[in-house]
């Protein structure tokens, strides 16, 4: 059979559920009015969580959607062939009705009967089960799995991994296509794994899918290809929750009475297996917007690869953004978007397009929408002319600020000279760092203390200051910056005691969503390595520790034991936190601030530090990704 395109491929699995007693519900916005707990929608479970805790939905136990999502966390990842800050997620629900046998066969036969993924490429994981928590391994899914491949005709052997690192090490052995894992990639809580699982919530096992792109995708410093590993070769095309267990006050599990499916299953990557493709920029929701990119430029998407993937993927999520209410501002949402545009301004810049583009590009990402999305169609020219007025103001500048930077970048940039940026030509500061970092000029050791007292002198001039927290996006001192900083602190020292005391800091980036976080090691830092971690910092937030600093001469702060990055130079005197008190002093590190006054402050609302990527950063240099959630 003929694959389907992505959007044949959303229409006909909504039928499909249709067809199978399943109400159709409508997206939610990108920008939910009703949680200020996130800035935006990240994934189809996030609006039906009330739902799916118990609360009855009005539109009944069976339902399906396919929503748009955003994840502004993921903004520098952009670039490679898979992953994108805007996203739609097919979605399906069962509240109490359907379980195991009905989601495993409904979906694998959607997949390869409806949208043409060839199920030779298909491979799935299970959860291995853990006896100390009385959780026993998932054989229900498994021989499902089992059953609905060999109705297919094909081999499928159960295999157990154990780890991602396991399988690293191990492989896959010939006729293998279902794998056991462990909690780290097949247990859903809104915590993580099963000792992060929240008091009182549901949880359980999930089974993810798998499409196998072939030995030549893989990056063979991974290890050995699994499902698992980030090597390249497997993407994840979907993934079935079974919400079947409730922690108890005690830390154990007790079985739900009432069970619960949740589906979730990226739009771009069940296309891009359908197109037996890794590049998801060569589906038809992308394809025609890089082919205008081809156009507008005289370039070609094989010699400008990651510009054109990156100006694709946000103005595609700028587009989104303005159909549901947003417009370029210098806080929360609107931050987000006009940094997506900018940045894609500058991408653009690079491929040699220096006259105004978005007029061109908008309607090209509106027209590939408008059929589905009603709201687009509606809004079409309103959203035109909001991304227009965005890129007009910023062109103005851009060319100037560009040069600029180049003159101040003789000894470095200082916090002093990226609020130039900012305030005289418009670079969103994460904009400017970032071409620091590709252009390799060095910033400031306190450039963003710097940054932020510049920030608050323009505020006190204009007399705009707001009594509080100030809650701005741009790099002002905000809370949300303040933890993420500290938490960055926690983990460096967290990863000395787990990794080793070789590990050094070669540079960091914080913004309101998340950490990064590059040290040298040599090798890959494994999975248990990486919980270790995340055990140590929570441990640490929970101990409640004040937070303070004192400046020292230099010299005496390094004979005192206090850490700080790879190339860093000093003056004669330095600023140095610590974190605890003897004998719980975790963290004593030369830095320049701002910080929570105490460690709790992390936990507040019910989060916990997660890691949510470890990869290379260069040779020799690790990055880790973590989030508060």
Known sequence: MNALNAQEIRNQYLKFYSDRQHEVIARAPLILKDDPTTL????????????????????????????????????????????????????????????????????????????????????????????????????EAAEIWQKVFQEKGLTADIAEIGSAKDGDERGIKPGERIFYYDDGENWWSRGGGLDKTPIGDPCGPDSEVFYDFGPEHHAPGYGLAHPASDSGQFMEIGNQVFMQYRRLDDGSFEPLATKNVDFGGGLERIAAAANKN???????????????????????????????????????????????????????????????????????????????????IVPVIADLYSEDYPEVKTKRDEVIAVLVKEEKVFRQTLRKGLSQMQKFSGDGLTGAELFTLYDTF????????????????????????????????????SQTAAKGTFKGGLGGQTIQHKKYHTATHLMYAALKKVVGDHVTQHGSNITEERLRFDFNNDEKVTREQLDEVEKLVNEWISWDLPVSFQEYPTDQAFGMGAIGAFGDKYGDTVKVYKMGDEPKRVSFEICGGPHVDRTSQLAEDGKVFKITKEESSSAGIRRIKAVLV
């Not at 094989?302 to 100006?311: L, P, Q």
């Open 278 to 360: 890794p590049d998801v920029y060569r589906i038809s929701l992308l394809w025609p917007i890089v082919e205008k990119l081809q156009q507008l430029s005289g370039k070609k998407y094989e010699s400008h690869t990651e510009s054109m993937r990156v100006i694709a993927d946000h103005l595609r999520g700028a587009t989104f953004l303005a159909v549901d209410g947003a417009v370029p501002a210098n806080k929360e949402q609107g931050y987000v978007m006009r940094r997506l545009l900018r940045r894609a301004i500058r991408f653009a810049f690079d491929l040699g397009i220096e006259q105004n583009f978005l007029e061109q």
């Open 40 to 139: 935006f929608t990240g994934s189809g479970m996030q609006p039906l969580l009330p739902f799916l805790l118990g609360q009855p939905h009005p539109a009944g136990a069976r339902l399906v959607d396919s929503q748009t999502c955003l994840r502004a966390q993921d903004i520098e990842d952009v670039g490679d062939n898979r992953h994108t800050t805007f996203f739609e997620m097919l979605g399906n629900w069962s509240m109490g009705d359907y379980f195991k046998e009905q989601q495993i066969r409904w979906f694998f036969e959607f997949l390869t009967d409806v949208a043409g993924v060839d199920p030779e490429k298909i491979y799935v994981t299970c959860f291995i089960g853990d006896e100390t928590q009385g959780i026993p391994r998932d054989t």
């Open 426 to 461: 418009g670079f969103p500061v994460e904009l400017s760092t970032e071409e620091a970092y590709k252009q390799e000029i060095k910033l400031s050791d306190n450039w963003r203390q710097e940054f932020d007292d510049k920030m608050a002198e323009q505020r006190a001039r």
